[in-house]
């Protein structure tokens, strides 16, 4: 089994070092860099040949908070999965963390399997909202009451298919067997995708979707996580 490379930036030590310990037990889980605050997060990552795949990011440290290192990650790290671990569990937070391109939002006391299981997800579909931020999301858009954007271009009738099982979090192989194509062709449509819509990975591409109308996603429709 291949290991998933995470990292975690995360100022509370007796937090950090436990949630360390736990997942170095998990099999195919490699914790390959944790930091004090943003900066010291920052300032390793610069020296790492290898970049972790997927990063712990808590928002309240010293130096530099998770919003603004998150903005950074997200233009010069956009290939690193962010997933937001935090005290703050609003709608405001939420909202703002998914917007800058965070591939999954968790309270500090989620259990250790509901962390596992989001790295992990993260990891295979490249984002993972659970029922709760997908109603925050919802709500925002009902309240913002988004217009379609007219785009100066058309989605083919697979686009829109593989766009909505995407969206369902579906993973490649998955969309792959549903639609009887191979995967690989599962990430060409998925990767002509994200140039269409100018969007950097693929939690910014489930985002514009949804913001946009280009799917329809009703609670009842959700793949069972």
């Keep these: 089994m291949t290991s998933i490379r995470i990292a975690l930036a995360d100022d509370e030590l007796l937090f950090r070092k436990g949630l360390i310990a736990l997942l170095q037990n998990k099999e195919g889980l490699d914790i390959v860099l944790e ?66 391109g965070a591939a999954a939002y968790l309270p500090k006391n989620s259990s250790p399997e509901e962390v596992e299981n989001t790295i992990r997800a993260v990891y295979e579909k490249g984002f993972h909202y659970n029922d709760k931020v997908l109603g925050f999301i919802r709500e925002n858009l009902i309240n913002q009451k988004k217009l379609k954007a007219n785009f100066p271009f058309e989605l083919s009738s697979r686009e829109k298919e593989i766009l909505q099982l995407i969206c369902e979090q579906y993973t490649t192989p998955e969309i792959g067997k549903k639609l009887f194509i191979s995967p690989r062709t599962v990430d060409g449509h998925r990767n002509n995708l994200l140039s269409k819509l100018g969007c950097k990975n693929i939690a910014g591409l489930v985002v514009f979707a949804l913001q946009n109308q280009l799917v329809n996603i009703p609670p009842f429709n959700l793949k069972s996580s």
């Design 35 to 100: 930091a004090d605050h943003g900066l010291e997060l920052l300032e390793q990552l610069q020296k790492k040949d290898t970049l972790p795949e997927v990063l712990l990011l808590d928002l309240k440290m010293p130096k530099m908070n998770g919003i603004a290192v998150a903005k950074i990650i997200r233009k010069n790290y956009p290939a690193i999965k962010i997933i937001i671990i935090s005290t703050h569990f609003s709608r405001a937070f939420i909202i703002n963390m998914i917007e800058l």
